[in-house]
DNA sequence: TGCTCTTGATTGAACAATCAGTCAAGTGGA
DNA sequence: TCCACTTGACTGATTGTTCAATCAAGAGCA
């Protein structure tokens, strides 16, 4: 569990690489001269063998992907302020070049993968689809939304970004087929508010 | 460009492979096992390098990317009939085992492929995003749709399907977050709706 | 019918390169 | 001296790929 500089240098190079290339193509040697070692063979004085520094290498990055919600997220706050935190947390995480190098990582090898795929799920937008039904749900029973199903509204809202976030993050050959970020979140949460809004109450102008 | 039976056969052991394992973890001597063949040389003759191989196994399942919406969509239906039908047909599509596995084959692959990754776009989601948008646009012409920026609105529509196919095709531990398919359907396409409708421009005015 | 000759298809053996992992021999500071 | 750390050289296995040899089936000719 010790932390040294030269462990800590394994590590980063070794993200680097298994992001860059995944876990096959990324070689120990490559990861090595990443990390200005001499030797490949220092990586095995610090890990027992190249699976157990790849999941080294995730471990040490699951905690970031919980802080998508970390924030003050309030079940009674309105729902047009909280879709939009929501939304700009979501869109601010993975402009961070290590998330979005991580969520590469997982994309590439967490469908070899299931175990870790649950883990990382678990951690990441698991916890992201929990929140943001139980959210749902609270303000249905506030009244605030009409009624449906919580569940499928969580993931039809962050599956709105899905295409955005993959054309940023793992494939810019999307990107011609994509809005500009501050308009499609503008359009996805009024979209979204619309369609779930209680009919015929008091509702503000929405302008074009 | 000819079609023998071996090379017929070469190609589907390839496809399998490749999607089960991705390209560097499926090796030639599988591929040769897969397809009943002896000698793992034998697929040097029909193919120059693996590199080929795997081209030639892309190419060939390219064209049922197209298929989405190769169904009779006029631009002038209804909106409630069209994206239903749209949503219907992208769940039904994959589906099929060949379509999920050649989607796995893309999310894996493409990411350290781009050129590959260009020419499955265009015939893949970029068509079915480009039908959408210029639909939208019109239903928004023909005042049956409120105005709003189409194409945000399309990549939200498709979007809203990731991670429910993201589940079925490559990652089945986010099954557990996911709703009924059937349900997701209905809920989307309401949301949609409702979020899209012209405003009744007679509102009851309902002070709490 | 018999007999070569050609051609496409198939094979087992072997190639060089690269891989993850090992090992013995060091280094340098306490 | 001791011990955490570092190194270059090495190993055995696997990789994609090549190659010479072989097989089956005709084609042309007697």
Redesign the interface.
Same mark, same amino acid.
């Given at each position: 569990m010790e932390d040294t500089d030269r462990r800590r240098a394994i590590l980063e190079a070794a993200f680097a690489e298994f992001s860059a290339?995944?876990f /096959?193509?990324a070689t120990i040697k490559s990861i090595a001269r990443a990390a200005g070692i001499q030797s490949p063979a220092l990586i095995y004085w610090y890990f027992p063998t190249k699976e157990a520094l790849f999941q080294a290498v995730i471990e040490a990055h699951v905690p970031v992907l919980g802080m998508v919600v970390g924030g003050k997220l309030a079940l009674d706050a309105p729902p047009e302020q909280v879709l939009e935190t929501l939304a700009h947390a979501l869109l601010a995480t993975f402009n961070q070049p290590a998330e979005a190098r991580m969520a /590469?990582l997982i994309?590439?090898e967490?469908?070899?993968r #299931?175990e870790i795929?649950?883990i990382l799920?678990e951690h990441g #937008?698991?916890r992201g *689809?929990?929140f943001l039904t139980t959210y749902l749900a609270r303000q249905v029973e506030l009244g605030r939304l009409r009624p449906?199903?919580p /569940?499928?509204?969580a993931?039809?809202f962050? =599956? &709105?970004?899905? $295409?955005?976030l *993959?054309s940023r993050v793992? &494939? #810019?050959?999307?990107a011609e087929? &994509? $809005?500009d970020a501050e308009?499609?979140v503008r359009?996805?949460v009024?979209?979204? *508010?619309? =369609?779930?809004r209680v009919d015929?109450?008091?509702?503000e102008r929405?302008t #074009?």
């Open positions: 290339k995944g /096959r193509g /590469r994309l590439t967490a469908v070899q #299931p795929a649950h799920i #937008p698991g *689809l929990a449906h199903d /569940r499928a509204g993931v039809a962050l =599956g &709105m970004f899905a $295409p955005l *993959l793992a &494939m #810019p050959a999307l087929y &994509m $809005p308009a499609h359009t996805v009024d979209i979204f *508010l619309c =369609g779930l015929d109450a008091e509702q929405i #074009p």
